[in-house]
């Protein structure tokens, strides 16, 4: 069984996937900065298996330390949401390049990477649904939310680069509102906060006028995604979406929690200049295409929408208890 090494261990998508890894017999280290007791998503794990290691990726002697004694190698660390993206961007970019540096200077050709890359490189290109061979086009520098995309793409470039170059075995999946249990409310993603907003009674808060379309992928279809890219060496040196093809308006999406929450619970509409911080842009529709991953892994997104809801109210709701 293989030697793993997660960065952004701690997180949402970061612990599920340790979970996944630990239950198929692979020993893991996490590596997050956040210090254990500020954290739960790990706390239930109970392995001599699993080690967790506080720290940045930013610290660059530390990082090579642990890239260096593994055989798999998830990067997963990130910032997260786009509030926080434009308050920082420059430490939105430090986050990407400094952990790909890293490995672009010292990972070998035993070892095998999978990096979490966005949705958001996608940028303004206006088709739906997304491939991945297409043509991409970002936003101007001076709206500080394209920080994260152009940070995500230049890490793809570089470790891209690095597979051809060094041979290096790696694959790139870009995510596509990933949900579920565990998902943090502070980073401002819209299903576990229209849930909140319900579970408590308040109005559901839908910024614009709501015909922006999304889609959502439950996090353990991710992580069966990931895990199966890694296992099928045809997918090495690749980019491939990760995400769910059924796609809903966020009114709709307003409209099922309500439902599912309250019937009787107001839907209230928010312009964005109200809600958002300057250097936010909108992106009207954002839905991929899973062929590719489809034909190279035969993998495909097994929850639907109403599912993925259900779960995550449940969760949430024993959570808000």
Excluded at 188 to 208: C, R
Excluded at 257 to 273: A, F, G, H, Q, T
């Amino acid at each position: 069984m293989a030697k793993c090494l997660v960065t952004g261990g701690a997180g949402f998508i970061g612990s599920h996937l340790i979970s996944r890894l630990l239950c198929d017999n692979h020993s893991v280290i996490a590596f997050d900065h956040a210090p254990w007791d500020k954290f739960n998503n790990l706390f239930s794990l109970n392995s001599s298996a699993f080690n967790y290691v506080h720290g940045s990726v930013s610290d660059s002697a530390l990082f090579r330390s642990l890239i260096q004694n593994v055989d798999h190698i998830y990067l997963l660390a990130a910032t997260l949401g786009v509030r926080r993206v434009i308050e920082n961007p420059i430490g939105t970019v430090n986050t990407q390049v400094d952990q790909v540096r890293d490995i672009c200077a010292i990972a070998s050709s035993r070892q095998k990477i999978f990096y979490a890359s966005t949705s958001e490189v996608y940028g303004k290109t206006i088709v739906s649904p997304l491939t991945e061979d297409l043509p991409l086009v970002l936003g101007e520098p001076d709206k500080a939310r394209w920080a994260y995309a152009c940070s995500k793409l230049l890490s793809e470039y570089l470790l891209l680069s690095l597979y051809r170059d060094k041979n290096v075995p790696l694959v790139v999946g870009r995510f596509f509102n990933v949900v579920g249990p565990r998902q943090n409310l502070s980073y401002g993603a819209v299903i576990p906060n229209l849930l909140s907003q319900a579970i408590k009674g308040m109005p559901l808060t839908v910024f614009g006028d709501g015909t922006q379309t999304r889609s959502f992928c439950h996090v353990e279809d991710a992580v069966d995604a990931m895990l199966s890219l890694m296992n099928h060496d045809s997918s090495l040196g690749q980019v491939f979406n990760i995400g769910n093809e059924e796609q809903i308006s966020i009114s709709g999406l307003a409209d099922k929690i309500r439902s599912l929450v309250d019937p009787l619970l107001e839907i209230k509409m928010i312009p964005y200049k109200d809600a958002m911080p300057f250097g936010f842009e909108e992106i009207l529709h954002r839905v991929p295409s899973l062929n590719k991953i489809k034909q190279c892994t035969g993998w495909s997104s097994k929850y639907k929408l109403d599912e993925i809801l259900r779960h995550c109210f449940i969760a949430l709701k024993e959570a808000l208890v």
